[in-house]
């Protein structure tokens, strides 16, 4: 991939590609460079359904685009409206869409951004800021215009963006609710944009070494497996010992978690007696919902009406894991490893020995969950 031009205009990043580029180089060269719409994925800030980096990881290494929801696409639309709507409010500004180019960090050719809009001052042709345009369902976790509170992921998205073309500050331009239009002036945090590049780093030697980021809980990850091995092949394998206490240990945690949302769940109905709303504070906290719902009975139409039930019957595929082991195997399996470590036994033998034994079986707790609305990057482990 040749560098196009390198020019003021676009601040210290290069222009990689441009609306001039063949569709296969650009589909080749999103393969191995991390971009503003990754990062936030890759630092584990944006909502769990957005995406996973082992997800990521498979979809360069495929050369696969991102999935484009309503949202997505009705964002894409409006994009031209909003920007033309900033244009409006800063006659002053002089506002170039960016979006058919790559720009990319002159000295991190791989970390990249294709910004909405550059922004120059009337007669100038030095970059002088970016633009970047957002929809919204809803004005949660967005603060006033005029402020810098934005969501996480959009933060990181523009911080990225600022360190690859080295503007000082960006506007942010969203349409809330298709009728709440607000402006954000974010900083560059250079601290903060060096934990988001050493993210994309280890994410890239990743990539370039063949290696899959570990497994982790969220939805596209789990559905990235499916897809991977779609089709099955009846036989079985030995699972690593540490795996299978994991997944014990995991399996007890949701028991414990389960039994105490009931109690909690109990002792808020006790305290609204008969009333619908429970508030903290002034804040409303939850709220009793008590309907009737009427549902077909499936069974009872297939063998009463099978023509009709042939003609709205629909297949979905099921893939999920059943436990099989069974309790009082599970139990002695917990404590198998280090038992066998002592005795010398291996730890099937000492499965076998302790499933004799009436002791308890160990408790674990779930470990705390983290604040989603940190701006920090503790959250991300590393690779």
Same mark, same amino acid.
């Given at each position: 991939?040749?560098t +196009?031009?390198? *020019?003021?205009?676009?601040?210290?990043?290069i222009?990689? +590609?441009?609306?001039?580029?063949?569709?296969?180089?650009?589909?080749?060269a999103?393969?191995?460079?991390?971009?503003?719409?990754?990062?936030?994925?890759?630092?584990?800030?944006?909502?769990?359904?957005?995406?996973?980096a082992?997800?990521?990881?498979?979809?360069?290494?495929?050369?696969?685009?991102?999935?484009?929801?309503?949202?997505?696409?009705?964002?894409h639309?409006? #994009?031209?409206?909003?920007?033309?709507? $900033?244009?409006?409010?800063h006659?002053?500004?002089n506002?170039?869409?960016?979006?058919?180019?790559?720009?990319?960090?002159?000295a991190?050719?791989?970390?990249?951004c294709?910004?909405?809009?550059?922004?120059?001052?009337?007669? &100038?042709?030095?970059? $002088?800021?970016?633009?970047?345009?957002?929809?919204?369902?809803?004005?949660?976790?967005?603060?006033p215009?005029?402020?810098d509170?934005?969501?996480?992921h959009?933060?990181?998205?523009?911080?990225?963006?600022?360190?690859?073309?080295?503007?000082?500050?960006?506007?942010?331009?969203? +349409?809330?609710?298709?009728?709440?239009? =607000?402006?954000? @002036? +974010?900083?560059?945090?250079? #601290?903060?944009?060096?934990?988001?590049?050493?993210?994309?780093?280890? $994410?890239?030697?990743?990539?370039?070494?063949?290696?899959?980021?570990?497994?982790?809980?969220?939805?596209?990850?789990?559905?990235?497996?499916?897809?991977?091995y779609?089709?099955?092949?009846?036989?079985t394998?030995?699972?690593?010992? #540490?795996?299978?206490?994991?997944?014990?240990?995991?399996?007890?945690?949701? %028991?414990?978690?389960?039994?105490?949302?009931s =109690?909690?769940?109990?002792? @808020?109905?006790?305290?609204?007696?008969?009333a619908?709303?429970?508030?903290?504070?002034?804040?409303? @906290?939850?709220? /009793?919902? *008590?309907?009737?719902?009427?549902?077909?009975?499936?069974?009872?139409?297939?063998?009463?009406?099978?023509? @009709?039930?042939? #003609?709205?019957?629909?297949?979905?595929?099921?893939?999920?894991?059943?436990?099989?082991?069974?309790?009082?195997?599970?139990?002695?399996?917990?404590? *198998?490893?280090?038992?066998?470590?002592?005795?010398?036994?291996? *730890? %099937?033998?000492?499965?076998?020995?302790?499933?004799? &034994?009436?002791?308890?079986?160990? /408790? $674990?707790?779930?470990?705390?969950?983290?604040?989603?609305?940190?701006?920090?990057?503790?959250?991300h482990?590393?690779?």
């Amino acid at each position: 991939m040749e560098t +196009l031009s390198t *020019s003021p205009e676009y601040g210290r990043a290069i222009k990689l +590609l441009d609306a001039d580029t063949p569709r296969e180089v650009w589909v080749e060269a999103r393969q191995n460079l991390i971009g503003a719409s990754d990062i936030p994925v890759l630092a584990q800030l944006t909502p769990p359904a957005w995406g996973s980096a082992f997800d990521m990881y498979w979809k360069k290494r495929l050369g696969q685009s991102q999935d484009q929801n309503p949202g997505m696409y009705w964002g894409h639309i409006h #994009e031209p409206q909003i920007m033309d709507h $900033f244009r409006f409010e800063h006659p002053n500004l002089n506002v170039v869409s960016g979006l058919n180019m790559i720009l990319g960090h002159a000295a991190h050719k791989w970390a990249t951004c294709t910004p909405d809009g550059l922004i120059y001052t009337q007669g &100038s042709s030095e970059l $002088f800021s970016l633009l970047e345009v957002k929809t919204a369902a809803n004005g949660k976790y967005w603060g006033p215009s005029g402020s810098d509170e934005v969501p996480d992921h959009y933060h990181a998205q523009c911080q990225w963006q600022m360190m690859v073309t080295g503007v000082p500050s960006m506007w942010l331009a969203v +349409l809330i609710a298709g009728n709440d239009y =607000r402006e954000y @002036i +974010l900083t560059a945090d250079l #601290e903060y944009q060096a934990g988001l590049l050493n993210v994309g780093q280890e $994410f890239r030697t990743l990539l370039l070494n063949g290696t899959p980021p570990p497994i982790d809980g969220l939805t596209a990850t789990t559905n990235r497996l499916r897809e991977l091995y779609s089709e099955t092949v009846d036989k079985t394998v030995d699972l690593d010992a #540490e795996l299978v206490d994991d997944y014990h240990r995991a399996q007890d945690a949701v %028991r414990i978690a389960k039994a105490q949302l009931s =109690r909690a769940q109990n002792r @808020i109905r006790d305290s609204l007696k008969d009333a619908t709303r429970g508030q903290f504070l002034g804040v409303d @906290i939850v709220q /009793r919902l *008590s309907y009737t719902r009427t549902n077909v009975d499936g069974a009872e139409l297939m063998a009463k009406y099978p023509q @009709i039930w042939a #003609e709205v019957a629909r297949q979905t595929t099921v893939d999920v894991l059943k436990p099989l082991a069974p309790k009082k195997w599970a139990r002695a399996w917990r404590c *198998s490893t280090t038992t066998a470590r002592r005795s010398g036994r291996t *730890s %099937r033998e000492v499965v076998r020995i302790s499933t004799r &034994s009436s002791a308890a079986p160990k /408790r $674990f707790s779930a470990p705390p969950r983290p604040s989603r609305r940190s701006r920090t990057l503790t959250r991300h482990r590393g690779w």
